[in-house]
């Protein structure tokens, strides 16, 4: 009726037999990651397998219990990992007593970079600049509206989604941030 390990005694003309039973015992719980990279938006599957104690395996991810560690970056149900945030965190699967652990890590960036490192606007006009993430896997992205654009004198230079514009003379320091890397680029502002 339930997974586990019993005795079942038996009792005749006063002589006693025990004989042990194991039912569905998880000897170990295996997943078909060791540890992954993805980015924010993929959804990745997990498979989990556990052994029995008789040597047999058997697929447990549906009816397994999930935990992500920190759930800011991502969700997991049925072993379903969807990212949500950018950094590492641990999924983890649950089942017959014992437990896997499968670290990620979510826009693991090499590289944040500008297509310009320096603009020269005058008071009023604009420039837009765009931001490219290359991760770790190689690939590269165009990350200007979702990076974090921020401005280091408003009254010099304002921004928004890699769109600058010039508001007083001057020069100012744009800071555009994404998957917890950073990278600036300088405005100087004449009349």
Known sequence: VARGKANITATYG???????VEIGVIDSLTADKSYFVTKSGVQT??????????????????????????????????GLFTATGSGKTN???????????????????KYLKTN?????LKEGETAKVEALATYSDGSEEDVTKPALWTTSNIMIADVKDGVVKAT????????????NMKTTVQVTVTK
């Open 14 to 20: 006063g002589k006693t037999i025990t004989i042990p």
């Open 116 to 120: 310009v490192v320096k603009v020269t």
């Open 168 to 179: 007083g003379k001057g020069t100012a320091r744009i800071t555009i941030t994404f998957a």
């Open 45 to 78: 599957q997990i498979k989990l397998t556990a052994t029995l104690s008789d040597g047999s395996t058997r697929d447990v991810t549906d009816t397994a219990t999930w935990k992500v560690s920190s759930y800011k970056l991502g969700t997991v149900e049925k």
């Open 91 to 109: 999924i983890t699967g649950f089942f017959g007593g014992k437990t896997v652990s499968i670290p990620v890590e979510i826009d693991s960036l």
